[in-house]
């Protein structure tokens, strides 16, 4: 008597168990993602496509079929990863259409994606729809283009109200000589520094962006400085100079 009520006991919780798996699968099915990529042509934001386009099932690795439907109508059935079908709008008759795929996992359970709705254009209504962007697009960029050639005015005039420029890579100060002068493009950029070279003194070194009033006070240093080289001596004492300079570098 104890040992059958225990087998019934043993039965019923095997049952109890097995109902209870088929619950848990049934209510947790494996995840099916479909998305829909346009390859080619057009594809608004309103879901109004033409061209070519991929549907694609992310979860590659928890199925062994994937079904791609058009409303009831399979389109491809694939039976091996990547589960990704490649179609033209063309090829199906224009108007509104319910994509979805089915898919199967090794354990013959079946998943259906979340449609996605799209409205297939015409060829000719898609070249129509491209049209009209490309016209606005080409209209934006022109109206971005004259602003920004605009704005380049303004600054460039307010910073030569501020007391002049010194371009778009900022200005320095020679180490050598002392004097101001704009970076130019062209200098290696070592990270921090630009290996430049001096219009001034013609001599190269490292130097990094200075601020505008280290500008401004090295501008008048060099121009109160009665001792500036270059405008005084002769062109005999400047090749020396010149000379003996190189000799330290
Ligand atoms: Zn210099």
């Known amino acids: 008597m104890k040992t059958r009520s225990l087998g019934l006991l043993v039965f019923l919780m095997a049952a109890l168990l097995a109902v209870a798996d088929r619950v848990s699968a049934q209510a947790d099915p494996p995840p099916l993602s479909l998305s829909l990529r346009r390859d080619w042509g057009y594809g608004g934001l309103d879901g109004r496509i033409q061209g070519r386009f991929t549907l694609r099932v992310k979860e590659e690795s928890l199925f062994v079929r994937v079904v791609f439907y058009l409303d009831e109508t399979e389109m491809a059935v694939l039976d091996e990863p990547p589960f990704a079908f490649r179609f033209h709008t063309g090829d199906y008759p224009p108007g509104e259409h319910r994509l979805w795929a089915q898919a199967f996992t090794a354990e013959g359970e079946t998943v259906a994606s979340e449609p996605i ?22 209209g934006l960029s022109l109206v971005s283009t004259v602003l920004a050639g605009l704005m380049l005015v303004v600054l460039g005039r307010s910073e030569k109200s501020a007391g002049g420029s010194y371009g778009l890579l900022g200005g320095t100060i020679c180490p050598h000589c002392g004097k101001p002068y704009a970076m130019h493009f062209y200098a290696p950029n070592l990270v921090t520094h630009r290996f430049d070279r001096c219009p001034h003194c013609g001599r190269w070194a490292l130097v990094r962006r200075q601020p ?17 080289p270059a405008s005084q001596e002769t062109e005999e004492e400047r090749l020396r100079r010149l000379l003996d300079e190189s000799r330290y570098e």
């Open 117 to 138: 709705y799209a409205y297939f254009l015409t060829d000719e209504e898609g070249r129509e729809a491209t049209t009209r962007i490309l016209i606005v697009v080409g």
């Open 212 to 228: 505008l009033d280290a500008l401004r006070a090295a501008e008048g240093g060099a121009e109160d400085n009665p001792q500036a």
